[in-house]
């Protein structure tokens, strides 16, 4: 059974760093997108980034310069290093992941997910 379990969430001051992980289980991921979403209150879920098998990536523009993805194939495992936080990047953050492998990186397309991580960054 596939699980991806999300930490590292937290408030932070505006202007602050948070860095998530996402600790997959289950089945490795090494060949996979695998991505990080994010849903605000009373608004959709969003696209933030994704790393994909060969270690490509791609962001959505708020977050470009701003936030990197990683990850440790060893470990199973993919980060979201989040600097300069924003009030706007208040949210729950989803890591997701494809059960396809060789996909270049894509903003959709995600079969397993995560419970999510709270971020809330203060006006």
């Known amino acids: 059974q596939v699980e991806l379990v999300e930490s590292g969430g937290g408030l932070v001051q505006a202007g602050g760093s948070l860095r998530l992980s996402c600790a997959a289980s289950?089945?490795?991921?090494?060949?996979?997108?695998m991505g990080w979403f994010r849903q605000a209150p009373g608004k959709e879920r969003e696209f933030v980034a994704v790393?994909?098998?060969?270690?490509?990536?791609r962001y959505a523009d708020s977050v470009k310069g701003r936030f990197t993805i990683s990850r440790d194939t060893a470990k199973n495992t993919v980060y979201l290093q989040m600097n300069s936080l924003k009030p706007e990047d208040t949210a729950v953050y989803y890591c997701?992941?494809?059960?396809?492998?060789?996909?270049?990186?894509?903003?959709?397309?995600?079969?397993?997910w995560g419970q999510g991580t709270q971020v809330t960054v203060p006006s």
């Open positions: 997701a992941a494809d059960r396809d492998t060789y996909r270049a990186p894509s903003n959709r397309g995600y079969d397993y």
């Open positions: 790393i994909g098998w060969s270690g490509s990536t």
């Open positions: 289950g089945r490795t991921f090494s060949r996979n997108n």
